[in-house]
């Protein structure tokens, strides 16, 4: 069974810290996507990043970056000098082909990160 | 500007009355999601879409139904056999399973 593991139910970090959400995932799919997404407050989902499963080559988009690495099935973020705008939920989820094309998303429990002024 | 509307914002409904939740989109996707949040907790499937006139259930359809009648709208109908609504209810669209799921900005669901 496909499964995505955010072991950190919460964290909480000064602000100007630096900060890493943990992501494990399972697949038995030789092909597959990672996404990583934001709720803050207000609960909408905001989309961060995608990574498929042939392109380990890290990311870095200002004060985020993404750890991909097959070999421990982990899609970690880091949050370089953290600030109270980044203060949400952060999902991370991972495409599952259910069957004929159908595909659906299987979601973490997300990672409650609370930066403090 | 391209994107999902869900409505209304907030609906609060009554015992034994059936409540439907409008979700519409205009980025020309083909797959129509319906997602569940209790508080503090992460997102379950309700019902999904990969077509129109094609849905299939996700983990906990029971208590809901939906229609997709129109490629640009996946209504979310929660009745009365659903004894426990009140939740925070995302709808989302995708335009395959490399592509991110865009989401609507919720509707929250109580119990009068």
């Known amino acids: 069974a496909q499964k995505v593991t955010q072991a950190q139910t919460e964290i909480s970090v000064v602000e100007k810290e630096d900060v890493t959400l943990d992501c494990v995932y399972e697949?038995?799919?030789?092909?597959?996507?990672l996404f990583w997404y934001k709720q803050p407050p207000s609960g909408e989902l905001v989309f961060l990043i995608r990574r498929n499963s042939f392109d380990e080559q890290n990311e870095i988009s200002g004060r985020y970056s993404w750890n991909f690495q097959k070999s421990t099935s982990s899609f970690n973020f880091t949050i370089t000098a953290s600030q109270v705008v980044d203060s949400a939920v952060y999902f991370c989820?991972?495409?599952?082909?259910?069957?004929?094309?159908?595909?659906?998303?299987?979601w973490g429990a997300g990672t409650k990160l609370i930066i403090k002024p | 500007d391209g994107g999902i509307t869900q409505s209304p914002k907030y609906l609060f409904r009554k015992e034994g009355q059936n409540v439907t939740l409008s979700c519409e989109q205009n980025?020309?996707?083909?797959?129509m999601y319906w997602y569940r949040q209790d508080p503090g907790q992460g997102l379950r499937l309700i019902y999904y879409?990969?077509?129109?006139?094609?849905?299939q259930k996700g983990d906990i359809a029971e208590g809901y139904s939906v229609s997709r009648e129109k490629k640009e709208s996946f209504p979310l109908t929660v009745t009365s056999a659903q004894k426990n609504p009140t939740a925070f209810y995302l709808c989302?669209?995708?335009?395959?399973?490399?592509?991110?799921?865009?989401f609507g900005d919720g509707t929250r669901l109580s119990i009068l």
């Open positions: 980025l020309n996707h083909d797959a």
């Open positions: 989302a669209s995708s335009g395959g399973p490399d592509q991110p799921q865009h």
């Open positions: 989820a991972l495409s599952e082909e259910i069957m004929d094309s159908n595909y659906q998303l299987i």
């Open positions: 879409s990969q077509i129109v006139n094609d849905f």
């Open positions: 697949t038995r799919d030789t092909t597959y996507y």
